[in-house]
Structure formats: C-alpha cells, structure tokens
C-alpha cells in the first residue's frame, strides 16, 4: 500500500531551527511536496522537490533522499506566524498526490 | 478576485437537504480537484477533472455528485448527506493533471457541519 509517515506535533521555540521529518512509500514516485497549512486556512504550497538534495528558500529548505523514501522541511529563525500545519505529499506514479496527516508544529516565546 | 475561492465557507445541513458547494480559480488553470480534509487524517482525494473532463471517482459515495461546466468552476452537490460526512472540503487547481510537478493551489475551504 502507499503511506506517508510525519509526526502527529512537534514543538520548538521562537528564533530556533526545526526539522520536520517525512517518510514515504508509493508506486513510482514523480516528486515530494510540501504544504504550510494555518488553521482555517488553505494549504500553501512551500516547496518540491524530484531530485536528490537540499532545495533553500528562504528561511525554509527541503531536502530528499529518494533512495531512503525520506523528505525533510527545515526551517530557521522560527517566527510566531510559522505555528501551522505542514503536510507532506508524494507523487505517485500516476501523478497523484498521496498526503500525510500533516504535522502540528507549535512556536513558544 | 485572485487564487482559487470557495463558497459558502461554512454550512450547516440537516441529513435530508439538499445543498451545493462552489469552487472558482482565476488561475488560467486546467485542472480541478475536491477533497475532504477530516481532523487528524490526510486529505482525501475524492474527485479530478482535467479539460473539464471528470479522470477520477475516488470511490466517493452517491450523495456526492461533482460537477465542472467549464475549466474555471467546480461545484460539488450534496444530498442526503450523513454526519461522518462532516468536514472541511478543498478545492484545488493546477496547471494540467498528470504532469510531473503539477503543484496544486488550494482554495479555504468550505466547513460543512451535517446534523
């Protein structure tokens, strides 16, 4: 079966570096995405990612290593206004997006 | 009017009414899609149009009924809903299904709340 495993909520705090971590398995893959979702809001498209390596933007970078089915979303100088959701999708190989719950990711002062 | 936009952005419905949620982009995009986002699950993928061509039924249930009349709208008509059906459904677009990189941009949402 196809499955995209990220952590339910992570913690960090204003100014620090954060890592969420996202692991995938589906048939074929076409490319890794990353969304920043506020509560009652749309999803934002972040980022994607086809090839091996690290993509910056900003204060946020993603990585993926598609040998190990792993992505990651970094993100730096944490700001109060990045406490959202962040969900990860694969692309299968018939282009369609396979989502992960998404992770609450909670900023303290 | 910029982006996708969805209305109403919250509806209440009793099991036996009849309602329609409505969806446009401004995008010049080709591609339409809803899904249903349920608290702590992923987004579920229910329904795709391409050149306003339906490509995907996500094994969505009757009472669910899409309808595209042009590239730039998107309805999904509801009746006899159940309260499991309770959500948050998105609309999205993009520029051409089944492309690699094919990056969605979603609308708010509408909060459908089913008594």
């Known amino acids: 079966g196809q499955n995209i495993d990220q952590p339910t909520e992570m913690t960090a705090t204003e100014g620090a570096i954060v890592q969420i971590n996202c692991t995938y398995q589906?048939?074929?893959?076409?490319?890794l995405f990353w969304y920043q979702q506020h509560a009652g809001e749309a999803p934002t498209f972040l980022s994607y990612?086809?090839l091996d390596g690290l993509e910056e933007k900003g204060r946020f970078s993603s990585f993926l290593s598609r040998s190990k089915g792993y992505s990651y979303l970094l993100l730096k100088e944490l700001q109060m206004k990045d406490s959202a959701s962040y969900l990860c999708?694969?692309?299968?190989?018939?282009?369609?997006?396979?989502w992960g719950a998404g992770t609450k990711l909670i900023i303290k002062p | 009017e910029t982006g996708v936009t969805q209305t109403p952005r919250h509806l209440v419905m009793g099991m036996t009414n009849k309602k329609s949620l409505k969806c446009e982009q401004h995008?010049?995009?080709?591609?339409m899609y809803w899904y249903k986002q349920s608290a702590k699950k992923p987004l579920e993928l229910m329904f795709v149009?391409?050149?306003?061509?339906?490509?995907e039924n996500n094994s969505v249930p009757s009472r669910f009924s899409p309808e595209c009349p042009n590239s730039s709208h998107l309805f999904l008509h509801l009746h006899t809903l159940q309260p499991e059906d309770s959500a948050l459904y998105l609309c999205?677009?993009?520029?051409?299904?089944?492309?690699?990189?094919?990056?969605?941009?979603f609308g708010p949402g509408t909060r459908l709340t089913v008594l």
């Open positions: 990612n086809v």
């Open positions: 589906t048939s074929g893959f076409n490319g």
């Open positions: 995008l010049g995009h080709n591609a």
């Open positions: 999708a694969s692309m299968d190989s018939n282009y369609q997006l396979i």
């Open positions: 149009y391409n050149f306003k061509e339906q490509t």
């Open positions: 999205a677009s993009s520029q051409e299904e089944g492309q690699g990189g094919d990056t969605q941009y």
